[in-house]
């Protein structure tokens, strides 16, 4: 059996993102995979949840991969999704910031062999080959930290969609800036700023996106093809994936306005909101987060 590789080549000594001290708890933890459950059962921190949670893999565990297919998965932090790609195509290729996130990675994800870890920035790592798929999950609107140009987020895309085979798929998870819960209070999830990027951000280099602000990025940066999927509550712990052929109905998003990682005003009954907004048809603009699979 293959072995997982980690690849240190472009990594230049010092993580540069990093949730803290708790990620020492997070690599101490992957070394014995088979506690993570009841730990999840006990720890009610939100960065064991976020990174340990198997609930992160509902966001493309539908998904249709090809098996003989490779990844590149961008920004692959502590692995919450790499086993799942490593389990639904023959190699998986993932770059990421934080040689300690890396290490987390290798624990829960190297018994797969079908693995190779690039420590470092994008824009700095070398890549010599095209992919069938690449993901950007949760990725996106930090672009700004890994592309230096004056328009990173465009040039992000440009950047990625030169490893993408002619056929291939790019794959982005990202919240939208006018989802409801913003306008209810919940406050943005980047900044920690109600109402932030309702306001179309005060400062701090961090963006998200409308769905027409979005589907134009895309366009602009060359890929022509694009399919929008709504996660619910949103993408970091989706029950649900809706489509713009599968909508949801007034009744179905009632109770979702759970707040996991900080606490939060609920400025109106969320749920009621997505009954009138659905009944109106409005349910895509003010949905939590999007899913999209484009396409050059």
């Not at 309702?198 to 694009?226: C, D, M, P």
Request: with cysteine.
């Amino acid at each position: 059996m293959e072995h997982t590789i980690l690849n240190l080549k472009y990594y230049g000594g010092q993580d540069q993102y990093s949730d803290g001290d708790i990620e020492d708890e997070l690599l101490n933890i992957c070394k014995d995979k088979e506690k993570i459950p009841e730990i999840l059962k006990s720890d009610k921190r939100w960065p064991i949840l976020y990174h340990l949670s198997d609930i992160r893999e509902n966001l493309l565990d539908w998904y249709e991969f090809g098996p003989d297919t490779s990844l590149l998965e961008i920004g692959a932090g502590c692995g919450a999704l790499t086993g799942l790609f490593c389990r639904k195509v023959k190699k998986v290729t993932a770059i990421e910031l934080s040689k300690r996130r890396s290490e987390i990675n290798v624990l829960r994800n190297g018994d797969y062999g079908n693995l190779e870890i690039m420590v470092g920035n994008f824009e700095d790592v070398e890549i010599k080959e095209k992919f069938d798929y690449i993901t950007l999950i949760g990725v996106l609107e930090y672009a700004s930290s890994y592309i230096q140009s004056e328009f990173p987020f465009h040039d992000m895309l440009v950047r990625v969609k030169k490893y993408l085979k002619p056929q291939g798929q790019l794959i982005i998870a990202i919240e939208n800036k006018y989802g409801l819960k913003y306008w209810s209070g919940a406050a943005e999830d980047h900044t920690g700023i109600t109402f932030d990027g309702i306001e179309n951000y005060h400062s701090n280099n961090v963006r998200t996106f409308s769905k027409t602000e979005l589907e134009n990025l895309l366009q602009e940066a060359g890929f022509s093809k694009t399919q929008f999927y709504y996660p619910v509550p949103d993408y970091k712990l989706p029950s649900a994936i809706y489509s713009s052929t599968y909508l949801p109905k007034p009744g179905d998003l009632r109770n979702i306005s759970l707040s996991y990682d900080r606490k939060r005003f609920l400025l109106f009954d969320e749920g009621a909101a997505f009954d009138g907004l659905c009944q109106s048809q409005q349910f895509e603009f003010f949905s939590n987060s999007f899913l999209v699979i484009a396409g050059i």
